[in-house]
Every structure is written in C-alpha cells, then in structure tokens.
C-alpha cells in the first residue's frame, strides 16, 4: 500500500518549501491553466450536471498558498498534481487540464480527448470538510476530512471501461495525498459499468477471478462457513460487495479512518463487517484503504403538515398525533429539514379517491366525522373531528411527492403523514386506516403522469391487505409486502400462496417472516425476493409503504428488526430505482407505535434516501 514513486511526478513524501509550489503557481498562470472560481449564482444546481461555476482571475498568491497545504499539505507541486491528474488510460487523455482556485475548494476541470476528438468531460472538486467542534454552536470549527468529489463525468464513447481504470489510479493517487474520501455518484453509470456500492467494478474476467481468489483465500484463512459454490456462484462485482452480509469479520481501523485487515499498532480499533464489504476492503487495491462512499446527496422531498396532528384518537390509542410530533421535532432539532425539500400536501380531488374508493364509503367516512363519532367501522378505527381532512391531506400528500419525483423537483420523496393507509380497502377502514395513501399515490400517478409499471414495496410488520386487495387483478401494479406471518400478527392475511388473481396473477408476493425474526432474517428475505422481482418487474416508480413497526422495540409485533434493516432496504431500493426509474422513490409513512423507534428507524430512512451515510446501529449502541 505504499505510494511508488515512480508512476507521477513529484512524490509524495516530505512536504515541498513554499518556493516550490509558489513556482508551480506561476508556471501554471504564465501557460493559462491556473485560474479562480466562482459559483454561479445564477445557476440553480441541477442533479447530475454538476455544481456550475465561473472562471474568474486567480486570487491572491497567499490565499491559494494556503488552499493548497490545507488541501495537499505541500506534499505535491501544482504543475506536478496537474500532471497526476491526467494518467492516459485506454487510449484516452486529458486535454486543456485547468486548475481552478475558488474559495475554499481547488477545481480540476479537462476535456477527454482520444487522438484529436473531444469524448468527454470531467470535473474534479477536492475540498476539507468542516466539522464544528461543539455541535450546536457555529464555531469553532475544525478542519475535517479531505474529500474528493467528482463533479462530473461525461463520455460520448461508452463501454470504455475508461472511467472504472482511471477511477482505481485516482483511488491510490488521492490515498497517498492524504484525502479521506473519493465520491461519486451511487448511480455512476459510464459504459457498461455500473458502480458497486462499496468497491469498484472490475475491469475485465481475469481481475474478477483474482477477486474471488482472493475471497475464498480469505475464507480459508479465517474459516468462515462459507461453501465453495457460494463463492462459485459470484458473477459480478457487485455481487462480492452484497455477499454474505449475514457473516461480519473484523477488520481494524486507524485514526484517520483507514481500515486494514490485519491489527497494527495504528490500525487498533475493531469493527465488523460484513464478509463482501471486508473483502472489498483487503483485496488490491482496497488494501488499507479507507471505505469509499458513494453517498452523494440526493434531493429528497419531505411531506409533512401539522394538519396530520388534528386527526385525534382516543386516549391510549398507539395511533397517536404524538407519533408524528415526535418524528417532527427530531427533523426540526436536528437541522434535518434544512437538507430536505418542503412539499405541501394538498387536498385531492376527489375523483383521484374515487379512483380507488367507493363514493359511498367516501361519504359514510365524511358524515361520520362531521357527525361527531368516535369510530368509523371498527373499534380500532378512531376518529375526531379533524380526521376527514387529515386523510384527504395524506392522501393529497403522497400525489405531492409523486409531483414532485415527475417535475424533477426531487429525486425521492419520504410522507410523513396519518392516518396509514395499508390496510383500507375499496369500501373499508381498519387497522387505523381509513384511506388507501400509497394506493391513492399510485393511481394518480398513472392518470397525471401516464406511469405504467409501479412496484409498491411494503415493509410494515402488517401485512397490507388493503393495498393487496385493490392491485391483486392488475398486473401493472406489483404489491410486495414482507411482514410478519399472518398466523401470528394482524391482520391474518399476507400468505406466501396469495399471488394475485385473474390477469394480475404474479403481480402480487408476499414474504411471512416467524415471529421473532430480525434483520438477518429481514435483510436474507429482502435479497432473495425482493430484489430479484424488482429487477424482474422493471418498473418506472417505486412506492414504499414504510412503516417502522418491525422495529424491535415496537410494542404491536414480534419482530425484531433495527435501524439497520431499514438502511439496508432503503439503499438497494435506492440502487434499483436508479437503474429502472431514475430513481424514482415516494416512500409513505405506515405504521410505527414506541416513539423513539419510530424517530431513529424514520430518520435513518430519511438520511439514507438523501445518500447519506447512517452508521450502523449496532455500533452506534456500542
Ligand atoms: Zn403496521
């Protein structure tokens, strides 16, 4: 893992005299390849374009001096990283390189050239990030961890490979100039390579072999109970990041956040990961290599209204208006909604509800709860005065977001809103539901905006009957519902052998978990069924009924799920959104009843549809 000297200029030892890099500067100025940046203003940030900026004239000498040691710590001259920069790989090369100061960010911009013609584009940011040292106050602060951030990459000439070879060269040049981070988009997609979540895809059979050599070698030497053919089996770069996550080995991490197989003085502090993630780690050139994150942020809308509060239940209802003041004031508290989308839910019309309910049920549900009843239907179905309006709004809430991922005005969408909606069908209410929201979702978004294939993922720990019932014919609508077997839970339906009806035939899969299963459990059953018929299925919005009530410590069912499952599901839905509908999610809040899980589960969901990172429960709870 030592730099070799040898491939660029300018090794990277001792930290070079001002001098020298003050002469880089002015090498690069008088061949005009040195310039400053602005933001532009008056560009608005468009996802997967890049942050536009202005080439202006070059700050001052001693505000770029010190750009430069606090990014590269003088360890690398301008002219010589310039030079670093644009390895030929496969017959391509960088022309017209740029660097390019702005305030607090150092620029790499080229055009990719293969002979005399013009093929691409790549823009590279190396920034610090700043870290308070006391969370809730503005300063001091702190200079935080070195980041490499691919602005952009375009290539006319795809099915290079291009991009997967320089990207590994990158991955050592920036490791051994100190930075902590290499970031590309999760949804990356250059040629044929489409990037694995934890790792880089390979280039060709013979260094995907060394990869699963170095598994099994890996396995052998740590006996671990994996069979030859599971490793047989692996095809694919990413199928080495996504296996065996049941299994965690340690590896062992260093102060500044590399980690290495093996315990060194430096490399002290232990942690589990997951066999394929591990393994990524210590094969070349993961060695000693910190994680690479793919976490770019996404833009993530967010429903959520206080008139979700007005619907009240009775006392000791688990259904309760506290649920959502609770996930409200931790989104509030912890600066979340700063980093969201605010979407305003709106009243639906209501020909969109006829969609999916019955007129008369429509009307029996408003004349109740204009009457004054406590209930409509059934016990559990507690109503107030606020009611009809609140389910209007939810309902309206989930078209919200669904305008929101067809305008581009997000990527995906998370609605907080009540009452749930899974278990009502075409003419009833129950289980705390009184209109169907992800079903009301689905159905406008085929009408506004001629959606054809929809997959509605539901991972609340109650099967969702309702949302069943009103998809089980049609088969441009996938239900999936993974809950707890129905011979122990609510509502007592959601049986393996129910797969739809009539033409909807196998548009329909539910997957009973035993009472008491977790996140192994949860996780193995998600990888084994659900992702193979999202892929199947190809559809062009991806609907979850998220509810957190699978969590452990949730009081109304018997599984035992954490934060981590939710992560888990929420970024392989992530990652297939991105491959089948630009990554199209509206997740819709369900159930969820002990307040804290419901917060923690809820927010870990938030943070990871907006790409970022969420460390895992378990060893946030030490
Ligand atoms: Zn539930």
Redesign the pocket.
Known sequence: MMFDTTRTTGGFGDPLPESGILEGFDRLIAANRLFGAELNPTVIKKSGKGAPFLVCPHPSRSRMLDLWHDLFANRVPPHGFLDALAPEVLGLAHVEGLLLFGKDRVLYDCQIARGDEAVGHLTLCFYREREPVFRFLPFPRRPGRRIVYIEGISLTAQSTGYASSLFRRYERLFHDLGFHRFRLKASLSVGKYYWAKEGFDCEDREQFAGMRESLHALVRRLGLPVEEQEIRRLNHASMVAAFRRDLPIPVYRNAEGYYAVERDASHAEEFRFPLGKAFLLCSAPWDGFKVIYTDTPRRTGYVGSDRYLDHGTRPGHVESPKRLEALFAAIREGGMGESLILLEPYVPAMESLRAVHDPAYLEAFREAVDRGDRQFAVRDCSISKGTYAAALLAAGGVMAGIDAVFSDRADNVFCAVRPPGHHAGRASAMGFCFLNNVAAGAHYARSAYGVGRIYILDW???HGNGTQALFEEDPLTFFCSLHEHPSFCYPGTGRRLEKGTGAGRGATLNIPLPPHAGDTEMIEAFERDVVPSIEAFRPELILLSA?F?AHRDDPIAELECTEDAYVHMTRRVLELADRHCEGRVVSVL??GYRMESLVSSAIAHIRTLQGREVPPCSSARG
């Open positions: 609340d720990v109650h509810g009530d369900e159930g």
